[in-house]
Nanobody, 129 residues
C-alpha cells in the first residue's frame, strides 16, 4: 500500500523560505511522476510542481516558477519542495501525490489531478505579510 506523508509546513513571513518533504513508502516509483498541489481556503486545489522520478525532469505552475524547486532523494524515497521568496498568496495546504499513469513530464498532463493515484494528507503553509 502506497503511503505519502508530508512534513515541513509552518508559519513564515513574506520573503522567507520553507522546504516541504513527502516521505513515500509502498512503491518503487521508477518512471512515475510525483507532484505537489496546494489548496487555499475557499479555493480549488491547484497544481504546483511535478517531477519524473527516474530522470528528475520537472514542470511548474507559472505562479511558482523561479521561486519553488521540486526535487527527490531516490535513496530514501522522499520528495521535496523548496519554496523561496514566499508570498501571502502561497498560503495553503500543500499535498504531495503520485501517479502510476503519468510517465513523462508534460505540463498539460502533469497538472491533471485526476491522473494521480495516491495522495498525502497535506501540510499547512501560512505566509504572513
Amino acid at each position: 500500500q502506497v503511503q505519502l506523508v508530508e512534513s515541513g509546513g509552518g508559519l513564515v513571513q513574506a520573503g522567507e523560505s520553507l522546504r516541504l518533504s513527502c516521505a513515500a513508502s509502498g512503491r518503487t516509483f521508477g518512471s512515475d511522476v510525483l507532484g505537489w498541489f496546494r489548496q487555499a481556503p475557499g479555493k480549488e486545489r491547484e497544481f504546483v510542481a511535478a517531477i519524473r522520478w527516474s530522470d528528475g525532469s520537472t514542470a511548474y505552475a507559472n505562479s511558482v516558477q523561479g521561486r519553488f524547486i521540486i526535487d527527490r532523494d531516490m535513496s530514501n524515497n522522499t520528495l521535496y519542495l523548496k519554496m523561496d521568496s514566499l508570498k501571502p498568496e502561497d498560503t495553503a495546504v500543500y499535498l504531495c501525490a503520485a501517479s502510476q499513469r503519468i510517465h513523462i513530464v508534460i505540463p498539460l498532463t502533469t497538472r491533471r489531478q485526476e491522473l494521480y493515484d495516491y495522495w498525502g494528507q497535506g501540510t499547512q503553509v501560512t505566509v504572513s505579510s
